[in-house]
C-alpha cells in the first residue's frame, strides 16, 4: 500500500503568477505533437508539410482547449453551469472533458483540411497516432494533482489518496489511464501507421484503442461524485466510449472494404 506524494501542484510561481504542473502537461502535449508529426513528414508518410504542421497545431490547440472545456460542462455538470454561466470561463480551476476535446479537435481538423484542400482522412490518419504521449502526459498531470483517483481496491500496489473522502486504498487509475490510453496506444498506432494504410483506418484504429481502453480503465476510476454511475452501472466516461469503439470499428471495415 502507498500514500499518495503530495505533489505541490504548482510547479513555478511568480509573484501573483502561478505555473500549474496540469498546464505544463498540456504544453508537453503539444510539444510532443509538433515533434512526432515532422518526424513523420521526414519519414515520407505524411500529406502534410512542416508548415502545414505549424498551422494544424494552432487549430487543434484551439480545438483542445475550448472543446475540452465546453464537454466537460455540457456532458458532467451542465446543471451547474446553467446557473452560474461565468464559472464555465475559469478553466484555471479545472475541468475539461477528453470526448468534448476530442470534438473540439475533429472540428479543427475539418476546418484546417477543407481550407488547405486535404481530404479529412489525410489530416486524421496523420494526426492520430501523434496524440496518445499528450494523452500520457495529462494524465500523469491528473495524478500530481492528486484527482480522478480510483475506486477502494486491495491489490498490493493500491494507493490511498488524501484528497478521497476516505483514507482507504484505491486504484492509481491516472497511471492506468496514462499507460493503456497513452503508451500502449502510442505503440499500437505508431506500429499500425508506419506504412500506409487505407484512408481512414488508422483514425478508426485510434478510436477503437482509446475507447476500448478508457471503458475498461473506467472500471477502476471512481465515478464522479456529482454523475455517480448511471444506466447499466456505466459510468459517463464508458458511455461516451462506446460510440467511439462503435464509429471506430466501422472506420475499420469502410476502409478496407474500399
Known amino acids: 500500500m502507498y500514500v499518495h506524494p503530495q505533489f505541490n501542484p504548482i510547479a513555478l510561481q511568480l509573484g501573483p503568477f502561478a505555473i500549474r504542473w496540469y498546464g505544463l502537461m498540456y504544453l508537453v502535449a503539444f510539444v510532443c505533437v509538433l515533434v512526432l508529426g515532422r518526424l513523420r513528414i521526414r519519414q515520407g508518410l505524411a500529406d502534410l508539410s512542416a508548415r502545414d504542421l505549424d498551422d494544424l497545431l494552432f487549430f487543434g490547440m484551439l480545438g483542445t482547449i ?21 464559472e464555465a470561463l475559469k478553466i484555471w480551476q479545472g475541468g ?4 468534448g476535446g476530442l470534438v473540439g479537435v475533429i472540428l479543427a ?20 497516432p501523434l496524440v496518445p504521449p499528450g494523452i500520457a502526459a495529462v494524465r500523469l498531470g491528473n495524478f500530481i494533482n492528486g484527482e480522478l483517483w480510483g ?20 486504484h492509481p487509475s491516472e497511471l492506468y489511464e496514462m499507460g493503456l490510453e497513452g503508451f500502449v496506444l502510442f505503440a499500437l498506432l505508431w506500429w499500425f501507421s508506419s506504412k500506409r494504410r487505407p484512408s481512414g483506418a488508422v483514425s478508426g484504429l485510434f478510436l477503437i484503442g482509446y475507447g476500448v481502453a478508457r471503458f475498461l480503465v473506467e472500471f477502476t476510476r471512481e465515478p464522479d461524485s456529482f454523475l455517480g454511475l448511471l444506466a447499466l452501472g456505466l459510468s459517463m466516461g464508458q458511455w461516451l466510449s462506446l460510440p467511439m469503439v462503435l464509429v471506430g470499428a466501422y472506420m475499420m471495415v469502410r476502409a478496407y472494404r474500399r
Not at 475539461?96 to 470526448?99: A, G, L, Q, V, W
Open 151 to 170: 475506486r477502494p481496491t486491495d491489490v498490493p500496489w493500491g494507493m490511498i489518496f488524501p484528497q478521497s473522502d476516505s483514507l482507504v486504498p484505491r
Open 96 to 99: 475539461m472533458s477528453f470526448h
Open 109 to 128: 481538423m475539418a476546418y484546417f483540411a477543407r481550407s488547405r484542400r486535404f481530404t479529412f482522412f489525410q489530416v486524421a490518419d496523420f494526426v492520430a
Open 66 to 86: 475550448l472543446g475540452g472545456r465546453l464537454g466537460y460542462v455540457f456532458f458532467y455538470q451542465f446543471d451547474h453551469y446553467l446557473h452560474a454561466p461565468l
